[in-house]
């Protein structure tokens, strides 16, 4: 089974992205920051992050750049699921290739999910 980190400070969009991805046959776990992600990333080895860009105490961007630098989740994919859609350019240049605007589609991204988890 393949295990998914969703990182979002809303509580609500948490639960609604782990009910619809525990149904689809994912393991999940959730964070509510970018430090607490980088702490369950390092220890659960996600097969896939899906990242919020707005966060407080580490955003998007930052947790994006520390986990390039660490051996063991710099090659995790990372899909970036934000309302602040004028970042893709940024992500972008950090090889990040995998983006989805809020409010999301729920096809598009277990079709995102999909293409990011293959094996």
């Not at 989740?73 to 605007?101: Q, Y």
Request: aromatic share 6%; glycine share 4%; proline share 4%.
């Amino acid at each position: 089974m393949k295990k998914i980190l969703v990182v979002d400070d809303d509580p609500h969009i948490c639960e609604n992205l782990k009910l619809r991805l525990e149904s689809n046959g994912y393991a999940v776990s959730t964070a509510s920051n970018g430090v607490v992600a980088f702490v369950k990333a390092s220890e659960e080895k996600p097969d896939l992050i899906i990242l919020d860009v707005a966060m407080p105490t580490m955003d998007g961007l930052k947790f994006v750049q520390s986990t390039r630098w660490k051996e063991e989740m710099k090659d995790i994919p990372i899909l970036i699921l934000t309302a602040r859609v004028n970042t893709k350019d940024i992500f972008d240049t950090l090889g990040i290739e995998h983006f989805l605007a809020k409010p999301y589609d729920a096809k598009e991204l277990l079709e995102k999910v999909a293409l990011c988890v293959k094996s």
